[in-house]
């Protein structure tokens, strides 16, 4: 089944504590994206990647590190969680291909808080 | 900088009646226009795109360049259309497929 998987899907974890979310997806897209999920706000780009090794920033990417090194997975990672980046989120890919009738294809969500 | 307002943060209407979701933007050029739904437990998917002209489980999307508005619109709402509405922008150029501005949301509730 073509899909985008996400984990862990709950995470509860302390301020400063490293940890990463890991995303995967199975469609051989290029484009991956991990955005953010708070009540008021819809969701918010953090991170984008267009292909293996070329990431770039979305619109909040403070806090926040990914890498590219393979097609399929494109990891989220918190240095050095704060309580302020406790929210949901989800990762996305997409083919690129063509460009106009693009379509993103989501990941169940990673509930995190942080205490 | 695109920006995406929609400006109804709940929405309830009663099965049968019709619905509009409202979506404006701002965008200095030509964007592609998406409308996304979340249903209860379920993962964000895509409901319509302006640039295929299409309606997508009665609903219908007019992109309005004159007024900047992608609004959703539905005839006759049914229970199963409560869901998570979510308009999004792309810009045009390279990046585009991956670049996606979403709006605040709006909860759609249909009453029985």
């Known amino acids: 089944e073509a899909q985008v998987t996400q984990n862990p899907r709950y995470l509860i974890t302390v301020t400063g504590k490293k940890l990463t979310v890991t995303c995967s997806q199975n469609m051989n897209h290029e484009y991956m994206s991990w955005y953010r999920q708070d009540p008021g706000l819809g969701l918010r780009q953090i991170y984008y990647?267009?292909?293996?090794?070329?990431?770039d920033k979305g619109d909040v990417p403070e806090g926040y590190k990914v890498s590219r090194k393979e097609k399929r997975n494109f990891p989220l990672i918190l240095e050095s969680p704060s309580p302020n980046q406790t929210s949901l989120y989800f990762c996305?890919?997409?083919?690129?291909?063509?460009?106009?009738?693009?379509?993103?294809?989501f990941g169940p969500g990673t509930r995190l808080t942080v205490l | 900088a695109q920006r995406v307002t929609q400006p109804e943060k709940l929405l309830s209407v009663f099965k049968g009646a019709p619905v509009e979701l409202k979506c404006n933007y701002s965008y200095s050029g030509s964007p592609e226009l998406f409308w996304y739904v979340q249903y209860s437990r379920q993962r964000l998917q895509l409901l319509l795109r302006?640039?295929s002209r299409e309606s997508i489980k009665g609903f219908t999307a007019d992109l309005n360049k004159g007024e900047t508005s992608f609004h959703l619109k539905k005839p006759f709402a049914q229970e199963e259309d409560s869901a998570m509405y979510y308009c999004a922008l792309s810009g045009p150029g390279e990046t585009s497929g991956s670049r996606l501005t979403f709006g605040e949301g709006t909860q759609l509730t249909v009453n029985p």
């Open positions: 996305a890919s997409s083919s690129g291909q063509p460009r106009i009738y693009n379509e993103q294809f």
């Open positions: 302006h640039i």
């Open positions: 990647s267009m292909n293996v090794e070329v990431t």
